[in-house]
């Protein structure tokens, strides 16, 4: 009896001088005294638990790291497309086959657990689109990361580097004689494929802005009364900029065209120059060279035109409003609707074409 309280304990001990010990434990502290065999029982139910403790938040994190998970896969990349929407639809087709090809090489693997060191080792078993392979995987993995699905310390394309596009440029010959491109023309069979060589070569335009103008992304405006400039186009540039192109009535007719039946893709587009250029036996012309071809023409043989038939270039103003380049000049002072034009000794004729087209070159 210990104040009044009685105990009963059943001691696992095996000589007195044990139980005498264990006698004297009680007496420090009755109602929490636990014999040996009790502390025991007690430290493995306690271990259990804290073992089955640990298992059960294992099995939360790793369901939760489950949920997190980002893979390259048909959800993330459907919604990374849907995020670069206005994008062209060249762009966007490309990135897409670029990303199944990511997918297929990291077979289903978590992307924040791919080490950068991984996806070199993947890049090397490619030979070729080196860099459109690094910049869809870059740009996939700078959405997941702008979108939170991602932290930035797990991005496996960290370390990497675009490549420099085509390096060969600087040292090559760019650009194509103008009778080149007239041979070309005349040797085009299909009207959808010579407006398309028309605008590149007469307006010196981006692949994308001919196919955005022939989707209708870019507006059409007549200007009425000028004996050159008859209409203009207005598109949002890729940089998010609006762009507006004066046109002559041959390239407008081309852009009407466009709109109205359609654009052929640039892959035929690309087939039908080839076979016209080896029909003709003419050097390979390839589109994107003839915005260099532009430029160079412009500046051996351009002649500027303007609404008023006076002006000056926007450069020169830009010189004596001091500005060093005509980039704050444009953005904050140019109001002009109608730009000016760069006229061409360029003739692009067919026999095929429509009446307006051939009188307008």
């Known amino acids: 009896m210990v104040k009044g309280h009685r105990y009963q304990i059943v001691l696992d001990c095996e000589t007195e001088r044990q139980a005498l010990a264990q006698l004297a434990l009680f007496d420090q502290d009755p109602s929490s005294y636990k014999t040996p065999g009790a502390q025991r029982d007690e430290a493995r139910r306690q271990a259990q638990e804290d073992e089955d403790k640990s298992r059960q938040e294992a099995e939360a994190r790793r369901l939760q790291d489950e949920a997190d998970a980002v893979y390259v896969n048909a959800a993330f990349v459907g919604r990374f497309l849907e995020f670069i929407k206005d994008r062209t639809p060249k762009y966007r087709k490309d990135t897409r086959y670029y990303l199944s090809a990511w997918a297929d090489a990291l077979q289903g693997r978590d992307l924040r657990k791919v080490e950068p060191r991984e996806v070199l080792k993947l890049l090397s078993q490619w030979n070729t689109a080196e860099q459109k392979r690094i910049a869809a995987l870059k740009a996939f993995c700078s959405y997941l990361i702008k979108k939170g699905f991602m932290d930035p ?58 196919q955005r103008i022939a989707a209708r992304e870019g507006k059409i405006s007549l200007v009425p009364g000028h004996l ?20 002559d009535a041959q390239a407008l007719a ?26 003709r036996g003419l050097p390979r012309v390839l589109v994107g060279e003839l915005r260099h071809s532009f430029v160079a023409w412009s500046l051996e043989s351009g002649e500027a035109v303007t609404l008023s038939g006076k002006g000056v270039p926007l450069a020169l103003v830009a010189s004596v409003l001091g500005h060093t380049s005509t980039v704050t000049t444009k953005k904050f002072y140019d109001v002009s609707k109608v730009p000016s034009m760069i006229k061409l000794p360029l003739k692009l004729e067919h026999p095929d074409d429509p009446q307006a087209l051939q009188s307008a070159a």
């Open 153 to 210: 310390a797990h991005d496996p394309s960290r370390t990497l580097t675009v490549p420099a596009s085509r390096p060969e440029k600087a040292i090559r010959e760019k650009g194509y004689a103008m009778t080149t491109i007239e041979v070309l023309y005349r040797a085009l069979e299909d009207q959808g494929s010579r407006d398309v060589l028309l605008l590149h070569a007469k307006h010196g335009l981006h692949e994308s802005e001919v």
């Open 228 to 247: 050159i400039i008859v209409g203009t186009v207005k598109f949002v540039h890729k940089s998010g900029r609006v762009h507006t192109l004066s046109l």
């Open 254 to 279: 081309a852009a009407q065209r466009l709109q109205a039946h359609g654009a052929p893709t640039p892959d035929q587009v690309r087939h039908r120059l080839r076979v016209a250029c080896e029909s």
